[in-house]
């Protein structure tokens, strides 16, 4: 049994020596683990400090920069205020320039409007026939001097087709009723009228919106007769 025995020792020997070493390689494991913690959180303390110490800086940066902006501007607005206030003031004197300006235009204008006024009561007191010409011929819209000269010195102008507006009313006449017109004076003394086409002004547009009642009135009528020679369109689904 001894060397028996004596191989068993042996063998116990080398298994106890290697667990030792074992257990000697996990406690200095364990040991480098507890080292690498400790460092890590060391190092995360650090970062953690030096972050706080940046945003610190950085908000102390960017409030100056704030600080600063605020301070601008603040000078700014005031410039801009008192640049302001003179420009109301300005405006102001502006203002009150225009209204005198103005007063004085309307004055004129006033005074302008009585010369004219009394200058056509003049006109129509000394010349009572000429001035109701003049007053014919601007009605349908003849205003130039040299056309006016002419049909009161007894000739006749005749006129392209065009538009002309009904002094009665203001409304023009349709496109489809241009035609030529001759203007002239008609007979002389107390009588003499502007005519139109050999009529009165009133009696040429009565006639013109005569024309155009009967058109409307033809055409009325040749509608509704369309109407009635059109068949009646079947309805669907019907029989007939």
């Known amino acids: 049994m001894r060397p028996r025995i004596e191989k068993e020792q042996v063998r116990f020997d080398t298994l106890f020596t290697a667990n030792e070493y074992l257990e000697g390689v996990e406690l200095s494991a364990d040991r480098l683990l507890a080292s690498y913690d400790s460092r890590e959180s060391e190092v995360a303390r650090i970062e953690s400090e030096a972050l706080e110490r940046i945003n610190s800086a950085s908000i102390s940066f960017?409030?100056?920069?704030?600080?600063?902006?605020?301070?601008?501007?603040?000078?700014?607005l005031k410039l801009l205020v008192s640049s302001k206030d003179t420009d109301i003031q300005k405006e102001r004197n502006e203002t009150e320039k225009e209204r005198k300006a103005r007063e004085r235009a309307e004055a004129g204008m006033e005074r302008l409007k009585d010369t004219v006024s009394f200058s056509q009561s003049a006109l129509a007191r000394r010349h009572p026939v000429e001035a109701r010409l003049l007053e014919e011929l601007v009605s349908i819209g003849i205003h130039r001097p040299d056309w006016q000269d002419k049909i009161?010195?007894?000739?006749?102008?005749?006129?392209?087709?065009?538009?002309w507006t009904d002094p009665s009313n203001g409304r023009e006449i349709p496109e489809d009723f241009y035609q030529?017109?001759?203007?002239?004076?008609?007979?002389?003394?107390?009588?003499?009228?502007?005519?139109?086409?050999?009529?009165?002004?009133?009696?040429?547009?009565?006639?013109?919106?005569?024309?155009?009642?009967?058109?409307?009135?033809?055409?009325?009528?040749?509608e509704e007769e369309q109407r009635r020679q059109k068949p009646d369109t079947p309805r669907r689904g019907m029989k007939m």
């Open 180 to 222: 030529e017109v001759d203007v002239r004076m008609e007979n002389r003394g107390k009588d003499t009228f502007i005519s139109m086409c050999g009529m009165r002004i009133a009696d040429f547009f009565k006639q013109i919106w005569a024309k155009v009642t009967e058109a409307l009135g033809l055409k009325r009528r040749q």
């Open 62 to 76: 960017w409030a100056k920069k704030d600080v600063e902006k605020l301070a601008k501007e603040n000078a700014g």
């Open 152 to 163: 009161l010195g007894g000739e006749t102008l005749r006129f392209a087709p065009r538009k």
